[in-house]
């Protein structure tokens, strides 16, 4: 009789595949209250690993940490009419405080725009003092109607970049090089996951925005998942709270804005972008363990050389793991490794080290071959690389393969019944993406013809991507 699988395969129930992944790799549980996550070790250390990546990449934009509090007094969210209106349905409100009924209702921030132009207008005075340019690392709360483990969290963990700036040009193109040098550049080159990026139609804009950038993914399941935004939020939020500076021509100005973020939900993104009926594929440039280096047996020569080689990898750069647990049965702890995804397992037993080898798996490429132990620094290092190309490779030709061009609402409804579907947004229009949302189709974004990010919304030659999505 044949052993059911660990997992739920993909091809039965790809929302249960996912569960059962998140909860065998042990990367969260559901908290108490509906909505909410614990993130185990694990999953923490997948985020810990994104967090250092992104915030590197923040500050080589010139953009430095700060915090701001958690609770916002409702009053400043009614500044910005449009914004508030976008986040009500979410927010939640602390009414009592102390034993006491609040004299003014507090908000759990949802996006902290509102509190940060609060100081921006206090430590703003003159063109000196910009461009103005902030990042803080957080949680927020949304309250979630659907929730799903990282994709959708009452509360999650993210960054919020917030700048001002003398212009709407340097505004713009500050929010454009955040789009394309922190998140493009994280996403493809350590998230190995091939996101697309454009613009969003004026009906999926950030709420008090004129321009959101915004980065889509296809997922293994042909759906599709925001994967960050950075938005150009014009005078909106300066003019609410009355941001101004002194101008080198001497006159009194508004300052420009951006704001830009991404989340937890990049941890989603990862399970569902590179996991497979095995578990998880993490890419070499992001994974907190590089290398794990098994002993089969607990010969004592044997645990000597994992020990050993272990100790050769980690001198080499290799994020390693030495797994010398042979209390517990060798191919348990294989499983483990494989549904956690770590890129490469070094498995040494007696006959191994009898024939100067190390058996060498691959989890992403998969297969198995010895290699000799004075060489296996070198050929993990070569394997960790190949391995990072090859699923950014896989993540474009899925996407290739999935993405269809059609020319009117029942082919594009069609289209993202498997994948994408590319239509011209001067065929499809506000209307036609009205129609397309009434069938749980949504515009992902506008790119143009070649695939770069429009400068508008109605520039000739715009296509709609259009897609379901998380």
Same mark, same amino acid.
């Given at each position: 009789?044949?052993?059911?699988?660990?997992?739920?395969?993909?091809?039965?129930?790809?929302?249960?595949?996912?569960?059962?992944?998140?909860?065998?790799?042990?990367?969260?549980?559901?908290?108490?209250?509906?909505?909410?996550?614990?993130? $185990?070790?694990?999953?923490?250390?997948?985020?810990?690993?994104?967090?250092?990546?992104?915030?590197?990449?923040?500050?080589?934009?010139?953009?430095?940490?700060?915090?701001?509090?958690?609770?916002?007094?409702?009053?400043?969210?009614?500044?910005?009419?449009?914004?508030?209106?976008?986040?009500?349905?979410?927010?939640?409100?602390?009414?009592?405080?102390?034993?006491?009924?609040?004299?003014?209702?507090? +908000?759990? &921030?949802?996006?902290?725009?509102?509190?940060?132009?609060?100081? *921006?207008?206090?430590?703003?005075?003159?063109? /000196?003092?910009?461009?103005?340019?902030?990042?803080?690392?957080?949680?927020?709360?949304?309250?979630?109607?659907?929730?799903?483990?990282?994709?959708?969290?009452?509360?999650?963990?993210?960054?919020?970049?917030?700048?001002?700036? +003398?212009?709407?040009?340097?505004?713009?193109?500050?929010?454009?090089?955040?789009?394309?040098?922190?998140?493009?550049? *994280?996403?493809?080159?350590?998230?190995?996951?091939? @996101?697309?990026?454009?613009?969003?139609?004026?009906?999926? $804009?950030?709420?008090?925005?004129?321009?959101?950038?915004?980065?889509?993914?296809?997922?293994?399941?042909?759906?599709?998942?925001?994967?960050?935004?950075?938005?150009?939020?014009?005078?909106? *939020?300066?003019?609410?709270?009355?941001?101004?500076?002194?101008?080198?021509?001497?006159?009194?100005?508004?300052?420009?804005?951006?704001?830009?973020?991404?989340?937890?939900?990049?941890?989603?993104?990862?399970?569902?972008?590179?996991?497979?009926?095995?578990?998880?594929?993490?890419?070499? /440039?992001?994974?907190?363990?590089?290398?794990?280096?098994?002993? %089969?047996?607990?010969?004592?020569?044997?645990?000597?050389?994992? &020990?050993?080689?272990?100790?050769?990898?980690?001198?080499?750069?290799?994020?390693?793991? @030495?797994?010398?647990?042979?209390?517990?049965? *060798?191919?348990? &702890?294989?499983?483990?490794?494989?549904?956690?995804?770590?890129?490469?397992?070094?498995?040494?037993?007696? &006959?191994?080290?009898?024939?100067?080898?190390?058996?060498?798996? /691959?989890?992403?490429?998969?297969?198995?071959?010895?290699?000799?132990?004075?060489? +296996?620094?070198?050929? +993990?290092?070569?394997?960790?690389?190949?391995?990072?190309?090859?699923?950014?490779?896989?993540?474009?030709?899925?996407?290739?393969?999935?993405?269809?061009?059609?020319?009117?609402?029942?082919?594009?409804?069609?289209?993202?019944?498997?994948?994408?579907?590319? %239509?011209?947004?001067?065929?499809?229009?506000?209307?036609?993406?009205?129609?397309?949302?009434?069938?749980?189709?949504?515009?992902?974004?506008?790119?143009?013809?070649?695939?770069?990010?429009?400068?508008?919304?109605?520039?000739?030659?715009?296509?709609?991507?259009?897609?379901?999505?998380?």
């Amino acid at each position: 009789m044949a052993k059911a699988p660990i997992l739920t395969p993909q091809a039965d129930d790809f929302p249960r595949w996912y569960q059962d992944l998140i909860g065998k790799a042990e990367l969260a549980d559901n908290g108490p209250v509906r909505g909410t996550m614990v993130i $185990r070790p694990y999953g923490y250390a997948l985020w810990e690993r994104m967090q250092s990546e992104v915030d590197g990449r923040i500050k080589d934009a010139g953009a430095q940490n700060a915090y701001f509090p958690m609770f916002i007094p409702e009053n400043y969210l009614t500044r910005e009419a449009e914004h508030v209106e976008g986040f009500s349905p979410e927010l939640a409100v602390v009414t009592h405080g102390g034993g006491k009924k609040l004299e003014e209702p507090v +908000v759990v &921030r949802p996006t902290s725009e509102t509190i940060i132009n609060e100081y *921006f207008s206090k430590w703003v005075q003159s063109y /000196r003092d910009l461009p103005l340019l902030i990042n803080q690392w957080a949680n927020v709360v949304r309250w979630e109607l659907r929730p799903r483990v990282f994709l959708r969290t009452t509360e999650f963990l993210w960054q919020e970049g917030h700048t001002a700036h +003398v212009s709407y040009e340097d505004a713009r193109d500050y929010a454009a090089r955040i789009h394309r040098e922190v998140y493009g550049d *994280f996403m493809r080159n350590v998230l190995a996951i091939d @996101v697309v990026l454009g613009r969003k139609t004026a009906r999926e $804009r950030f709420a008090g925005a004129i321009n959101t950038l915004t980065l889509e993914a296809m997922m293994g399941d042909g759906k599709a998942l925001q994967m960050g935004t950075s938005h150009e939020l014009g005078q909106n *939020f300066a003019k609410a709270f009355d941001t101004q500076f002194l101008a080198d021509n001497g006159e009194r100005e508004y300052v420009w804005q951006t704001s830009w973020g991404t989340s937890t939900r990049m941890v989603g993104g990862l399970i569902l972008s590179h996991g497979d009926d095995n578990g998880l594929r993490v890419p070499p /440039r992001l994974a907190p363990t590089q290398a794990v280096v098994m002993a %089969i047996k607990g010969d004592e020569p044997v645990v000597a050389a994992v &020990r050993e080689l272990g100790d050769r990898l980690k001198a080499a750069g290799v994020r390693v793991v @030495v797994d010398d647990k042979t209390d517990t049965p *060798f191919g348990r &702890r294989a499983v483990d490794w494989e549904l956690k995804g770590v890129p490469v397992r070094l498995e040494i037993g007696p &006959r191994d080290l009898e024939g100067g080898t190390a058996m060498l798996a /691959r989890r992403i490429a998969g297969g198995k071959s010895p290699v000799p132990l004075d060489s +296996v620094v070198e050929t +993990v290092a070569s394997v960790l690389e190949e391995d990072q190309a090859l699923l950014l490779t896989q993540s474009a030709e899925r996407r290739v393969a999935r993405t269809v061009d059609v020319a009117s609402i029942d082919e594009a409804v069609e289209a993202a019944a498997t994948g994408w579907g590319r %239509i011209p947004w001067a065929d499809l229009g506000p209307e036609g993406e009205a129609k397309l949302a009434e069938q749980g189709v949504s515009v992902r974004c506008l790119v143009t013809a070649d695939g770069g990010v429009p400068e508008a919304d109605d520039q000739p030659g715009n296509i709609a991507i259009v897609a379901r999505a998380y």
